[in-house]
Nanobody, 113 residues
Framework: VQLQASGGGWVQPGGSLTLSCAASGMNVNVLGWYRQAPGKQREMVATTTRGGRINYADSVKGRFSISRDNARKTVSLQMNDLKAEDTAVYYC??????????WGQGTLVTVSS
């Protein structure tokens, strides 16, 4: 049981990237993305529940969009108008219909010119 994340990489400021994560074989409630920048704590970026409730960090509202395919058990994060402060390791996150949760491997997003 694991989360398979893909995407990430380097992009110039103002550019776009898409992260994807597959939660195959798992019956999960919450899927989402967190990130951790160097020297900072891990923070929530965006989450979505199976019922469709979505939550964004204030810092990404209007720029990032999270989407979910319940049938395929995948979640994607479309990141637009990226800024240098978005540079971080991004982690896929899943929470079951309990308090149990798991993390995917991190994927690095670097925004620089």
């Amino acid at each position: 049981v694991q989360l398979q994340a893909s995407g990430g990489g380097w992009v110039q400021p103002g550019g776009s990237l898409t992260l994807s994560c597959a939660a195959s074989g798992m019956n999960v409630n919450v899927l989402g993305w967190y990130r951790q920048a160097p020297g900072k704590q891990r923070e929530m970026v965006a989450t979505t529940t199976r019922g469709g409730r979505i939550n964004y960090a204030d810092s990404v509202k209007g720029r990032f969009s999270i989407s979910r395919d319940n049938a395929r058990k995948t979640v994607s994060l479309q990141m637009n108008d990226l800024k240098a402060e978005d540079t971080a390791v991004y982690y896929c996150y899943a929470q079951f219909f309990t308090t149990a949760s798991i993390w995917g491997q991190g994927t690095l997003v670097t925004v620089s010119s």
